[in-house]
């Protein structure tokens, strides 16, 4: 057996692309880009977030899957080839732990994901239409301890099972099953939504840009979004890379990932902000936007039952894709660095995870004190979600667009994308981008993300 066999390979570049589409598309393009949207202006937002995808994510992007398929290595191992003994490997160590961190909140929102299905389901929003009524269902909902504790195991155990079977046999063949069924399920939501009466002003407000509500709020929390989405800067594509074949052209793999990617958050949007429209409801809803204000709609339409079963089955597939990618990274710094059994490797990462999700569960109602931390006047879920989150992939992407720029340099990786004649049709483009426009405008987003946290 030779060294690639033993630590699994894609099984074709559908496969891959489908997986790695799995990993970018998630709880933030469904749950998060439509609140974001809704919060910075629609049309204008949705503007400035395609231009970020082009020229920070996808450069990225392409940056992190040649180092991964260059090394075939998880982001520590790869570091710490390409640069032996320097500190770069401890970007390698924050990409790993950025991985446990995220993996443990992460499941508590796809834990609440679960619940709402099942509360679906069950019609506990039939005949619902007064937004404060579900509301109350949310807090009450959140704050029972046993019921999100119980939940968040669940979509860590669920994770741990996908990620054992490996790479071909778990991750690609789930994803090959369920990205295709996502993409139904969310166009017939969004057909459904624009339908509405009175969803026409949400179809306005989401495609025609007023420009007069460009400001750097906007510019950067598109920013901040995008890194997010395409999930960037903490080696999952460095990941998922070392297991690419060399045949496989990375830029136009990476393209079709960014396109399936923002394809998915374009359509959530068209499926969320007509309805809200629809209901009088307000665009800046915030984060509880999914939870609070969409089974009120539901509930007041007919065969609202089986749209919101759709949804939250839709949102749990694809929270499922991703949480596989981000538990992936430290499973395979475990398999490849301490030589860990995959299965050993699974069973610690998600134990401890689980171990860190309990303060992040309890810390939306079920404890005052982690609902309200002292000193900071935060509740832990956004101080532990903010921190291993925007913060932590910027500082990410940023070292990585900086090592694969100069450090590692532009025409090794270059040499990398083109091996097997691979033509790297825009390789100058590349090569600007990665050194100079990513790292910049990074900077500005963590920047503003660290003032925004501590002194905004
Ligand atoms: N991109 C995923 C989402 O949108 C989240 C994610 C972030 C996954 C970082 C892997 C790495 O939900």
Redesign the pocket.
Known sequence: MTASQERGAWGSRVGFILASAG???????IW?FPYIAGENGGAVFVLIYLLCVFFIGFPVMIAELTLGRNTEKNPVGAIKTLAPGSSWKYVGSLCVLT?FV?FSW?CVVAGWVVGYLYKTAAGHFSNLEDPSVTETIFINFASDPWTVIFLTLFFISLTGYVVFRGVKGGIEKCSRILMPLLLVLLVLLAVRAITLPGASEGLVFYLKPDFSKIDINVILAAMGQAL???????G?MITYGSYLSKKDNIPTSAAWVCTF?TGIAILAGFAILPAVAAMGLEYGEGPGLIFQALPSIFGAMPGGQWFGIGLFLLIGI??LT?TV??LE?PVAYMVDEKKWLRKKAVLVTCSVAFILSVPAALASGASEFLSNLPILGKDFFTVISTLFGPIS?AIGSLFIAIFVGWRWTVSKAKEEIESENVRFVIGNLWNFTIKFIAPVTITIVFIYTFWNTFFG
Not at 23 to 29: E, H, K, P, R, Y
Not at 228 to 234: A, N
């Open positions: 990993s970018a598309i998630g709880l933030g393009n998060r991985g995220i992460y997010f989405s395409l999930s960037l800067g903490m999952t990617d694809a929270a991703s990618s981000i990274v992939l």
